[in-house]
């Protein structure tokens, strides 16, 4: 399935919508849907993203995603269930 | 996480523009290039007594171009600073060069006061919104307080993992208001934690593919001089003794002399280093990534190679080429890693590389990077290059503009030390050279250093002459002067039929190079006649005080070859124009 949905936390800061989307928007990966809203932590929001890969990898719009400095982790949610992103992708975060 | 040097000045109250200059201070910044304007001009004031040596350029974009060069050569970050408005924009140029060619570069930008953003203000720019694309990361700081943590933090992600360039925006207001600096002890970031560390098992792996690889090639990017891990690759090398290629980025981080080094691969590579990466069994890559000019056409690209890709950047796997072994880590540790590995590898087993290495070895001989004098009589650019280049010698560092010149000075010097070989490799900035070469004097005053320009490049950027003459500066400047725009001429005589669209700079009527390069306070000079050109150069050697621009007017006429035709197979390769290698006299 080309559908997928990521949760991504991200700082709580000013321009961070724009690092996120203007990302999807310079390496042509196509967006659904994205929500953000607030967690507990007012320094950390949250990011749910349904992403349309469209011949594009999961693997290489997640290591895209992780390269900016703003985004502290990335989740994605089977069916409701969060599934930690595969490991062939060491990522910065671990 | 990592730990900082904490400043005397730690807990002093002073104001937002003297608490930056002190953080750059604390950032151990010994030079920085810039030109002030009304939103930064608070900092100025301070800078006025900094330690720091500050070089008032002529246009912003030759301070971020020098900061680049000044970086390549020493490892170090580059530091610019701009105003805002037109004075950041002209910075875009250098930060995307060295977003694309991990460039560690920090660039500073007044800002329009904090109250004014988003009113139109008077030279307001939007830029960290316009670098977003391709900074590694910015800030916009629009608090006193927030300085010292932003420009830390844009020194730590600019120079580690894989470095990069960031910006600092700082709003006019947050430089004048009053605050107490405080330079943080140690730098958390969620989100930045690069993995230096390689793997053990993604090492383990790595040696037990090439123990069972016959056909291997090194493909050593410029990763491994921004890891600094030319002396751990050699050993590497001669532990295998299989051939090794480097890329644009790379040209340096393997001596050229060496017998096993086949050239530059892609598209004006060499005949044996393109060969040998579409024949290998297994790529050995290092630090590059598979970037389209190297690969020509992916689908057809090493379709018989595994993969072993090593890199800092996670995001580089499986990008273009799959990788049947990533390796995510810093070069020179995963390459320390990787020597007794592969030593305990090849003690189990240990393919005979001979007849491989001996086809490609037949390649090197045969089609050897060469270039035909013209007919006429006239100067050759590719001889002058390569005559500054053996009259200089392998102590020298080396710029380029882009174009054919660029492709030429990449073929024709023999480069034997990493971070004596600076260009655009990623970006492709005609203009780059000149700047570029003045950051590279002033990060490594003793060396010599040659700017090999275009007519078209030296004309973008040139007036950062003045810059070098009023600062003791004296770099050294080819015009390789075919008048033209060389490349893309090229380009139109073998695909547009000959229709010169607008190629054509007259730069041997206009403008008058020596003429203009004595306006700026240079010694300008000029050679036409092969038989002048040994002594031009060495008369240009023989300058040490003062810079050099030396007008080489040179036959127009001259291509780039080998060459792979944009978006063809690297089996395509010509040697010259519609003649491919005689593949039948070759076994591969």
């Known amino acids: 399935m080309s559908i997928h949905t990521l949760e991504v936390l991200v700082e709580n800061e000013p321009g961070v919508l724009a690092r996120v989307s203007g990302l999807f928007a310079r390496r042509a990966y196509n967006i659904d849907t994205l929500v953000v809203g607030p967690t507990s932590n007012p320094e950390v929001s949250k ?48 | ?48 007594d900094s330690t720091i040596r500050h070089i008032l350029v002529r246009h912003e974009q030759g301070a971020g171009h020098a900061a680049t060069g000044y970086a390549q050569v020493t490892g170090r970050a580059g530091v610019c600073i701009a105003t805002s408005g037109p004075g950041a924009t002209n910075l875009v140029t250098p930060l995307m060069d060295a977003g694309m060619d991990s460039v560690p570069l920090v660039a500073i930008t007044g800002q329009v006061p904090s109250a004014a953003i988003g009113t139109d203000a008077f030279q307001e720019a939007d830029i960290r919104g316009i670098t977003m694309p391709f900074t590694k990361h910015n800030f916009l700081v629009t608090k006193a307080e927030d300085i010292p943590r932003a420009v830390a933090e844009a020194f730590h992600i600019a120079t580690s993992g894989r470095p990069g360039p960031v910006l600092v925006d700082i709003a ?50 410029g990763g491994v001089i921004k890891a600094n891990a030319s002396k751990e690759l050699a050993q590497l090398v001669e532990i295998l003794g299989a051939p090794v290629v480097t890329t644009l980025m790379a040209r340096g981080a393997f001596p050229d002399s060496h017998p096993l080094h086949l050239g530059m691969p892609g598209m004006h590579g060499s005949v044996a280093a393109v060969t040998a990466l579409q024949k290998a069994d297994l790529l050995i890559t290092l630090g590059a990534r598979f970037d389209d000019r190297v690969t020509g056409k992916l689908s057809t690209f090493a379709v018989n190679a595994k993969v072993i890709h090593a890199d800092i950047d996670p995001a580089e796997i499986n990008k273009n080429k799959f990788a049947d072994v990533p390796v995510i880590g810093d070069l020179r540790e995963t390459i320390t890693a990787l020597i007794p590995a592969l030593k305990a590898a090849l003690s189990k087993s240990q393919p005979d590389l ?144 000959g229709r010169y669209s607008n190629t054509s700079l007259e730069s041997k009527r206009v403008p008058n190079f020596p003429m203009l390069a004595e306006a700026m306070g240079c010694v300008g000079l000029s050679c036409e006649r092969p038989e002048d050109l040994d002594a031009t150069i060495e008369k240009a050697m023989s300058i040490n005080d003062q810079p050099v621009v030396v007008d080489f007017r040179v036959h127009r006429d001259a291509m780039v070859w080998p060459m792979v035709a944009a978006g063809t197979s690297n089996d395509e390769i010509m040697i010259a124009r519609a003649t491919a290698p005689d593949w039948d006299s070759q076994e591969l």
């Open chain 2, 1 to 48: 996480m990592a730990t900082q040097h904490v400043p005397t000045a730690n807990g002093t109250a002073m104001n937002g523009a003297t608490s930056l200059v002190k953080s750059l201070e604390a950032a151990n910044v010994d030079v920085m290039f810039g030109l002030p304007g009304g939103a930064i001009l608070p900092a100025y004031d301070p800078i006025f």
């Open chain 2, 354 to 497: 001979t007849p491989w290495n001996n086809s490609m070895l037949k390649l090197k001989t045969s089609y050897p990077v060469g270039y035909t004098l013209p007919d006429d009589g006239s100067l050759s650019p590719q001889a002058v290059i390569e005559r500054i280049g053996q009259i200089s010698g392998t102590d020298t560092i080396f710029t380029s503009g882009v174009g054919q010149h660029q492709m030429w000075a990449s073929q024709f010097i023999s480069y034997e030390h990493p971070r004596t070989w600076l260009n655009s490799g990623g970006a492709g900035t005609m203009g780059y050279g000149l700047p570029a070469a003045m950051g590279a004097k002033v990060g490594s005053p003793d060396s010599t250093v040659w700017a090999i320009d275009g007519d078209g490049c030296f004309q973008m950027t040139n007036q950062e002459l003045v810059t070098c003459a009023l600062n003791n500066i004296p770099i050294k400047v080819a015009i390789i002067n075919n008048e033209s725009l060389g490349m893309v001429r090229q380009w139109q005589t073998l695909f547009y039929e």
């Open chain 2, 172 to 221: 006019k207001d947050a430089l004048q208001a009053q605050t107490t600096f405080n330079w943080p002890s140690k730098i958390e970031l969620a989100g930045y934690n690069p993995k230096i560390v390689p793997d053990n098992q993604a090492i383990a792996d790595a040696a037990t593919l090439i123990a069972q690889s016959k056909k291997p090639v090194f493909y050593v990017g």
């Open chain 1, 47 to 94: 990011m749910v993203i349904q992403v349309n890969l469209e011949g594009h990898s999961l693997e290489q719009v997640i290591a895209q995603l992780d390269k900016l400095i703003s985004v502290i982790s990335i989740e994605e949610l089977v069916d409701g269930a969060k599934k930690p992103v595969k490991d062939t992708q060491p990522d910065y975060q671990n």
